[in-house]
């Protein structure tokens, strides 16, 4: 009898480690051989997984957008008096950037004519616009809007603070209590 292909589970057991290890020294300086010890495999049960390092890639970037969409829909789904909106907000004005899984992003921007790589991002980032959008729309419904911009430029807008603090922080000149009050602020502005 023939044993069970498990190579999904150990994908998804090695993706958090590849991740981080993408995250902290990005696509060009992380080796295959790097990856492989650091999950405690060989490079060839490394490429059972995966067929290349920009197959891992991709697969990273993709875990860093799975996982926050999955944190915001747990966040979606909890009650209070403040909307799905909200909540998201005041978690990502505290919590935005402190894995460091953003540098995964921002190394994948430098491999944009790499068209895996390109569509990944793209794909990432219009599934969470959408997200955000969404959550901004069920936010405003109801209020008056006229003289905010419409829900697809403030989740521009919201990814775009995300990502201007996640630089102050890699670049030191941002503290996170500045770093929090900021994206709180502008954020709650944005949203309505």
């Known amino acids: 009898m023939a044993r069970p292909n498990r190579s999904a589970e150990r994908r998804q057991d090695a993706l958090h480690t590849i991740a981080a290890a993408f995250a902290e020294l990005g696509y060009r300086r992380t080796t295959t ?17 995966w067929p290349d390092k920009q197959a891992m ?4 970037i993709r875990f860093v957008g799975d996982n926050t969409e999955r944190i915001w829909n747990e966040l979606a789904r909890t009650t209070g008096g403040d909307s799905a909106a909200e909540r998201v907000l005041q978690h990502e004005s505290k919590h935005l950037g402190e894995f460091g899984f953003h540098r995964i992003l921002f190394a994948g921007f430098s491999e944009t004519d790499d068209p895996a790589i390109r569509k990944a991002l793209r794909d990432v980032y219009e599934r969470l616009l959408d997200r955000i959008a969404a959550f901004v729309g069920a936010h ?6 006229s ?3 419409a829900k697809a430029l403030t989740a521009w807008a919201l990814v775009g603070l995300g990502t201007a603090t996640n630089l102050g922080r890699e670049l030191g000149m941002l503290g996170d209590r500045a770093r929090n009050q ?3 602020t502008i954020g709650a502005h944005l949203l309505g």
């Open 33 to 49: 051989a790097l990856l492989a010890e650091r999950c405690g495999l060989t490079e060839v049960a490394l490429y059972r997984l």
């Open 57 to 60: 890639f991709v697969a990273a």
């Open 140 to 145: 405003r419904r109801g209020g008056s809007t």
């Open 147 to 149: 003289k905010l911009p």
């Open 182 to 184: 900021l994206f709180a």
